[in-house]
């Protein structure tokens, strides 16, 4: 499978985007999907979750709330709905899948897309 994420850009404090994630190669229906995020010079951070075959989402504490992370199997795509953006939440944006260990890890995760950017001024 190949990951394609896109959707990121400018936009200002309290803003939203949605970021996309799509897959080719092969379904993800049944697989998780994670969000991950990486600022410059800091390690790479998990954001949300998907995890499909138990029905369960997972998001950090500091997006909980304002990011909402949702599937389309027909369309083999995984989405972040990002609200009430903060210039805090500007980093490059990665999905990821394949996972084998915890959700929360990027470790666990072996495939993934090549990023978008998302910038949140103040």
């Known amino acids: 499978v190949q990951l394609q994420a896109f959707g990121g850009g400018l936009v200002q404090a309290g803003g939203s985007l949605r970021l996309s994630c799509a897959a080719s190669?092969?379904?993800?229906?049944?697989?998780?999907v994670g969000w991950f995020r990486q600022a410059p010079g800091k390690e790479r951070e998990f954001v949300a979750a998907d995890t499909r075959s138990t029905d369960s989402t997972f998001y950090d504490d500091s997006v909980k709330g304002r990011f909402t992370i949702s599937r389309d199997s027909a369309k083999n795509t995984v989405y972040l709905q990002m609200s009430s953006l903060k210039p805090e939440d500007t980093a490059v944006y990665y999905c990821a899948t394949d996972r084998r260990g915890m959700v929360t890890l990027s470790t666990s995760y072996g495939v993934w897309g090549q990023g978008t950017q998302v910038t949140v001024s103040s």
């Open positions: 190669g092969r379904t993800f229906s049944a697989s998780t």
